[in-house]
């Protein structure tokens, strides 16, 4: 009965662990789409796009 309470207890452990790890997964995945959505304004502003396209012409040259 003991090993039985013990298995019980170990299984609660391991599942709150899981619960964790996919809290934090959902964090990085919101955190990661935050990034992506300022720098794609910030990529999308007219001042770098044509910093950019000045780059890649003299680069081309």
């Given at each position: 009965?003991?090993?039985?309470?013990?298995?019980?207890?170990?299984?609660?452990?391991?599942?709150?662990?899981?619960?964790?790890?996919?809290?934090?997964?959902?964090?990085?995945?919101?955190?990661?789409?935050?990034?992506a959505g300022v720098l794609l304004k910030v990529v999308g502003s007219e001042n770098v796009?044509?910093?950019?396209?000045?780059?890649?012409?003299?680069?081309?040259?």
């Amino acid at each position: 009965m003991h090993q039985l309470i013990a298995n019980f207890a170990r299984l609660r452990t391991e599942a709150a662990d899981a619960g964790m790890s996919t809290a934090e997964y959902a964090v990085g995945t919101l955190a990661a789409v935050a990034f992506a959505g300022v720098l794609l304004k910030v990529v999308g502003s007219e001042n770098v796009q044509a910093a950019l396209t000045g780059i890649i012409d003299r680069a081309l040259k």
